[in-house]
């Protein structure tokens, strides 16, 4: 986020500041995950982009990636983001009218737990024959099959967002409770402690007619499907600027109190350059997360894809970047249990692969460039 902020975000940010510095949970087992969940929802964070006439708060993506910014600060292991960064999205872009009144009610007060499937990674550039889950005809229904090898959440959420492809050709999007018949869950021993994963087999699950989503035509050239994953991808940037400017904090305190040859470490020149090296990165990722942010102020139209690519690509590199710095700069300590350097570079190993590698994004603003030109010539 930009340095400069208006008096309603910065109230948003002290307040959820102040309540996950107090609930943080990346070290504690699995078993209060829920009580804070309900915390959240109490304060109203699953609401924030839902629409007004959905039960939601109607805020825009400014006041999501603050949430989630502070979020990723505290590393918090909750549903917010497969709720507000990912399912809301997707509802909101590919699903009919009636579908979004029927479920972001529940979504928004928190009492419906959700994640969504749609290929590897959940890239905003995945083609029908890159999808996970295969969808057939049956009678009036429908029938899905297929293995999801890492969904994020996967085994505490209590209903999926599957886009599958379906045997006529093209994509639908379908709503597949947990418990459904023929759905198997397994959690994942991901070395990241702060994501849950979990993996999911899809064996001959019946589904009702109403169960697929999508308004007719929605998904039709994955246009909408690339637009709500772009936005999950901007809410992840804004959860790894947080990511980026805690490992800063924790080693500008660190060096600060380690003491070597009668002073403290951080009075070397040598660890002043890396530290202002780190900033410069993470200054750089808040401009072009604020950049895209002002490009994209909802989730109404198209996105600003190319604002959104370089927020991805500076987010993701400057949270790894910090992350490997953090560990460096608090020497040995730093991969030890103790000191939280090394949940960061977990965490930010993890988003460098998720909802579009860097490489991925710079690949696609290359061909839209490309083509521009080319169309010009």
């Known amino acids: 986020m930009s340095g400069v ?3 309603e975000l910065q109230a948003l940010r002290d307040t959820a500041a102040a309540y996950l510095a107090g609930h943080a949970n990346a070290r504690d087992g ?5 009580a804070l969940w309900q915390g959240i929802a109490g ?14 708060l109607g805020l825009g993506l400014a006041e999501a990636a603050v949430l989630l910014e502070e979020s990723g600060r505290q590393l918090t292991r909750s549903p917010l983001f497969t709720g507000v960064a990912l399912s809301h999205p997707m509802l909101f872009r590919c699903a009919g009218e009636l579908a979004c009144q029927r479920l972001l009610p529940a979504l928004a007060e928190g009492r419906l737990i959700s ?11 995945v083609t029908p024959a890159g999808l996970e889950i295969r969808a057939r005809r049956a009678g009036e229904g429908w029938l899905l099959d297929g293995t999801a090898a890492q969904v994020l959440d996967g085994d505490t959420a209590d209903v999926a967002f ?4 379906l045997e006529e050709g093209g994509i639908g999007l379908f709503e597949l409770p947990a418990d459904s018949q023929g759905v198997s869950r397994s959690p994942l021993p991901a070395w990241d402690l702060s994501r849950p994963q979990a993996r999911w087999t899809l064996s001959q699950v019946r589904l009702a007619a109403g169960a697929r989503l999508d308004a007719l035509g929605a998904l039709d050239g994955g246009a909408e499907l690339s637009a709500a994953l772009a936005t999950s991808a901007l809410l992840l940037a804004a959860e ?3 990511g980026a400017a805690r490992c800063i904090e924790l080693t500008v305190a660190y060096t600060r109190e380690r003491q070597q040859f009668g002073r403290p470490v951080a009075s070397f020149q040598a660890v002043k350059h890396r530290c202002a090296e780190m900033m410069v990165k993470l200054e750089g990722a808040r401009s072009a997360l604020a950049g895209a942010l002002a490009a994209c102020p909802g989730l109404d139209g198209a996105p600003a894809l190319d604002e959104i690519a370089v927020a991805r690509v500076q ?3 400057a949270y790894r970047f910090c992350a490997a710095e953090a560990i460096q700069l608090h020497g040995g300590v730093g991969f030890t249990w103790e000191y939280d350097p090394q949940l960061h570079f977990k965490r930010a190993q993890w988003g460098g692969q998720w909802f579009g590698t860097p490489d991925a994004w710079r690949d696609a603003v290359a061909d839209a460039v490309l083509g521009r030109r080319n169309a010009h010539e």
């Open 240 to 242: 790894q600027v947080g």
């Open 315 to 317: 987010a993701a590199t």
């Open 115 to 125: 994640t969504v499937i749609a290929g590897p990674g959940l890239s905003p550039f």
């Open 43 to 56: 304060l109203g964070w699953p609401a924030v982009i839902v629409p007004e006439d959905c039960g939601g």
């Open 5 to 7: 902020l208006t008096e």
């Open 162 to 165: 599957v886009v599958a492809r």
């Open 30 to 34: 699995r078993d209060g995950d829920r």
